[in-house]
């Protein structure tokens, strides 16, 4: 007598025998909660849909340069306030779930923190701006003739204090863009995007990028574990007693990361001929030159006739210079990053809040930097707040990334 699994082991070895010898494979059964095959019908590929969903790095970089680039051509509270606002909705959408997406709220904190201190050192260290409405008088300490300009204490004004604000909060705007695209674009994705000719220096920048995240990743891990086994996480002690773990895990990551480089072939060049590496130099240099002249040429009311030709004549130069160089390092791309229509408009959109900002703060520098003498309060300008809200383009256009 045979059991019930011989006679299963055997059916199963007479339908491999059909597939071996040309005959039809056995169909297999579609599981519970699966519709049936038809015959002739494609299959999904797995994947497909996701790297649909990906969107290109380098616009999101674009992006926030472009809200950077805006928040540095205006003083005025409102707009500041609207431009964060926008980025952080855009952050809130499509953030991602990795580590790397977690260091938005440091750099929140950060620009909080710069704030505050910028506002602390106007109290203590007094400011130049002259003002008539005191709020507060701190006891003087004298100071020697040679620190003469310096003051400790005294009379804190409130224009004093909202010029600081003012300042403080553009440069608050700034870390806060730099932080959205920290929380946006993957670093890896960014290194592979890349052109050859900057592959090193991508990799030094990447990994300083993702420092930080993997950082803040490590000390919320060390903190739960801590709290879970009742102990403290926070103070002095607390500190101490996480930094020395994240440390050394800091330490194992970065053996780790040398040893993938190396094994990955990090470093190693191509022959390339004397005269492809001269003209690579030549480009590159003049190029950057280039732009550096037209970008004063720019800046000066001087030159502004050959501001703007010098620049492209430099950027096409450091371009050819960029992709001649490339060739010493030769590199393959598995599933390189795709520039769509989805990259275009959202590197435009920030492009278009820096643009339309810049032309504001010429022709109504009044609006983008309210004065403080005499105190008077910000106003909203219309045109510039809806050039702001342009930024909020990507969290209606772009596709979310699955988690």
């Not at 050192?121 to 620190?147: N, R, Y």
């Not at 702001?388 to 256009?397: D, H, R």
Request: glycine share 12%; with cysteine; net charge positive.
């Amino acid at each position: 007598m045979y059991s019930n699994t011989t006679v299963a082991a055997g059916s199963r070895a007479a339908g491999a025998a059909r597939v071996g010898n040309g005959g039809p494979p056995a169909r297999a059964k579609p599981r519970v909660g699966e519709a049936p095959r038809q015959r002739g019908q494609a299959q999904p590929t797995p994947g497909r849909h996701q790297r649909r969903a990906h969107l290109h790095p380098g616009a999101w970089w674009l992006w926030s340069l472009g809200l950077g680039t805006a928040a540095t051509r205006t003083t005025n509270p409102l707009l500041l306030a609207l431009l964060i606002a926008a980025a952080g909705y855009v952050v809130a959408t499509h953030r991602s779930a990795a580590p790397w997406a977690r260091s938005y709220t440091a750099f929140a904190r950060l620009a909080a923190a710069v704030l505050l201190i910028r506002l602390a050192f106007t109290v203590v260290l007094g400011s130049p701006i002259p003002g008539t409405h005191v709020l507060l008088t701190l006891p003087e300490v004298p100071l020697p003739h040679w620190a003469q300009g310096i003051r400790l204490g005294g009379e804190v004004t409130a224009e004093a204090l909202l010029f600081s604000g003012y300042n403080g909060l553009q440069l608050a705007a700034l870390l806060i863009c730099v932080g959205a695209a920290n929380a946006l674009a993957s670093p890896a994705r960014l290194l592979k995007s890349l052109p050859g000719a900057l592959y090193e220096i991508g990799v030094a920048v990447v990994v300083a990028l993702t420092f930080a995240p993997h950082l803040i990743a490590d000390v919320q891990r060390l903190r739960a574990a801590r709290r879970l086994r009742g102990r403290p996480d926070r103070g002095i002690r607390g500190l101490l007693q996480v930094g020395l773990p994240v440390l050394e895990g800091a330490l194992e990551r970065s053996v780790a990361l040398a040893a993938a480089m190396d094994a990955r072939g990090y470093g190693r060049t191509a022959a390339v001929p004397a005269r492809v590496r001269r003209t690579t130099t030549a480009l590159t240099l003049g190029g950057l030159l280039g732009v550096c002249a037209g970008t004063y040429g720019l800046l000066t009311a001087e030159g502004g006739t050959y501001g703007l030709p010098v620049l492209g004549a430099g950027v096409v130069a450091a371009l050819a210079g960029l992709r001649l160089g490339g060739r010493r390092t030769p590199r393959t791309r598995y599933r390189p990053e795709p520039w769509g229509v989805h990259a275009w408009l959202v590197a435009g959109s920030g492009a278009a809040v820096a643009a339309l900002l810049a032309l504001a703060s010429v022709r109504d520098p009044q609006a983008l930097h309210p004065g403080v003498v005499p105190l008077v309060a910000p106003t909203l300008p219309l045109w510039p707040a809806a050039a702001v809200l342009l930024a909020t383009l990507p969290a209606f256009i772009v596709p979310k990334e699955p988690s």
